[in-house]
Nanobody, 121 residues
Framework: QVQLVESGGGLVQTGGSLRLSCAAS????????MAWYRQAPGKERELVAT???????TYTDSVKGRFTISRDHAKNTLYLQMNSLQPEDTAVYFC???????????????WGQGTQVTVSS
């Protein structure tokens, strides 16, 4: 029963900052291919940022220079530092990870429940 639990969302004014966390727990042998997605009301879920086990990162153009994705391998935790937040960043942010459970031949995708980020103008 692997779980991904996001935290750190909230309400912030334009120009403010938030730091999201995603903690993986349960039966975990290894974690790879972690990412942050977000979904605004009435819109499709979009990929925000990704990070590999080697620290290689990617970002969608709209957040480049403002967001930083990172991870703590020892804690199985993913982070998203969000600076200079804008109203357009308002969305539910979801954690995603490929996880290898014990005694399984391959990894499987897992999603967190989402955390709300609201940026007021």
């Amino acid at each position: 029963q692997v779980q991904l639990v996001e935290s750190g969302g909230g309400l912030v004014q334009t120009g403010g900052s938030l730091r999201l966390s995603c903690a993986a727990s349960g039966g975990i042998l290894g974690v790879d291919a972690m990412a942050w997605y977000r979904q605004a009301p009435g819109k499709e879920r979009e990929l925000v940022a990704t990070i590999t086990n080697h620290g290689i990162t990617t970002y969608t153009d709209s957040v480049k220079g403002r967001f930083t994705i990172s991870r703590d391998h020892a804690k199985n935790t993913l982070y998203l530092q969000m600076n200079s937040l804008q109203p357009e960043d308002t969305a539910v942010y979801f954690c995603y990870a490929m996880i290898w459970p014990p005694n399984r031949p391959s990894s499987s995708p897992y999603w967190g429940q989402g955390t709300q980020v609201t940026v007021s103008s």
